[in-house]
């Protein structure tokens, strides 16, 4: 399958820890997203990412939000001393830069619950 | 600040029974407007991308259409499969011309066709 992929698909973690979520775009797609989702909303921007330079970053986003994407190609979303607003589902999209750059294809997301 | 309405929150319909969704859109500078749709436990999937006032686009049993203020989804002849929810997005465009990344999502509107 050449889709883009999103490890772990659940996590549950207590209040206070330190998670990492991994997203493997489609191999040719330079620019990489990451959203937010919660139940009964649509898809909140958190970031994203040209090759391996990080283009935007959303100003709601926390500064316990880090994402990187070493040498382009995958990327990891860390969340320092998680706090139980952050249960969400977190989307990954990939996409190219050329073309209809609204058309992100998405992961099927990772689903986080802080206890 | 962009912002995306989407109307109804929920629609039932039964199968073979037409109807529209809306999608009303604050942005400056609009680039592109997209529809996606987003099964239960997946990431949204691409549907449409519709640039300007009057451009329509169809696929199978949807209709995409766009004015200056507002998008309507158009469902002729609904199946049980089509139940989803349907999200709405639109994309500025920057002053050089390029497009920004960043998709601002609707809520969307949950669709169920009942057989």
């Known amino acids: 399958d050449t889709g883009v992929s999103q490890n772990p698909r659940h996590k549950i973690t207590k209040r206070g820890q330190n998670v990492t979520f991994r997203c493997d775009p489609i191999?040719?797609?330079?620019?990489l997203y990451w959203y937010r989702q919660t139940l009964g909303q649509g898809p909140e921007f958190l970031t994203y990412?040209?090759?391996?330079?990080?283009?935007?970053k959303s100003r709601l986003l926390s500064d316990r939000f880090s994402a990187e994407r070493p040498k382009g190609s995958f990327s990891t979303l860390e969340i320092q001393r998680t706090e139980q607003g952050d249960s969400a589902m977190y989307l990954c999209?990939?996409?190219?830069?050329?073309?209809?750059?609204?058309?992100?294809?998405f992961g099927s997301g990772t689903q986080l619950s802080v206890l | 600040e962009d912002q995306v309405t989407q109307s109804p929150e929920a629609l039932r319909l039964q199968e073979g029974e037409s109807s529209s969704l809306n999608c009303s859109y604050t942005?400056?500078?609009?680039?592109?407007l997209f529809w996606y749709r987003q099964d239960p436990g997946k990431g949204p999937e691409f549907l449409f991308t519709?640039?300007?006032a009057g451009e329509e686009k169809e696929k199978e049993r949807l209709k995409a259409t766009l004015t200056k203020k507002e998008s309507f989804l158009h469902i002729t002849a609904p199946k049980p499969e089509d139940s989803a929810t349907y999200l709405c997005?639109?994309?500025?465009?920057?002053?050089?011309?390029?497009?920004?990344?960043?998709?601002?999502f609707g809520q969307g509107t949950i669709l169920t066709v009942h057989p």
């Open positions: 942005v400056s500078g609009l680039r592109g």
């Open positions: 191999s040719e797609h330079n620019r």
């Open positions: 997005a639109v994309q500025k465009g920057s002053a050089g011309g390029t497009s920004y990344g960043k998709l601002t």
């Open positions: 990412f040209q090759n391996e330079a990080q283009l935007e």
């Open positions: 519709l640039y300007s």
């Open positions: 999209a990939s996409s190219l830069a050329e073309g209809p750059t609204g058309k992100l294809f």
